[in-house]
């Protein structure tokens, strides 16, 4: 699963980009609003990518050595 994807970001999103799209994603899919048999699905995702994305430390162990969201010159 791509996080990013799940999330409609960037790589080179922000934390207020991935904030904000975590919460347009979550009204969107949260089963309270949402009565498709894959709401609950989608939301677990949807809390799994932000709670990943969120954290620095994990999303840095998550983008791997290849991180191109900063140049390091």
């Known amino acids: 699963m791509d996080y990013y994807?799940?999330?409609g970001i960037s790589k080179a999103a922000s934390d207020v980009e991935i904030k904000?799209?975590?919460r347009k994603k979550?009204?969107?899919w949260h089963p309270?609003?949402?009565k498709s048999p894959e709401a609950t699905a989608k939301f677990k995702e949807?809390?799994?990518a932000y709670e990943i994305?969120?954290?620095p430390q994990k999303k840095q162990s998550?983008?791997?050595p290849f991180n191109y969201s900063y140049q390091s010159y």
């Open 5 to 7: 994807q799940t999330l």
């Open 53 to 55: 994305l969120s954290n």
């Open 26 to 28: 979550a009204l969107e």
């Open 32 to 34: 309270d609003r949402n």
């Open 46 to 48: 949807i809390n799994e």
């Open 62 to 64: 998550y983008d791997g």
């Open 20 to 22: 904000n799209a975590y």
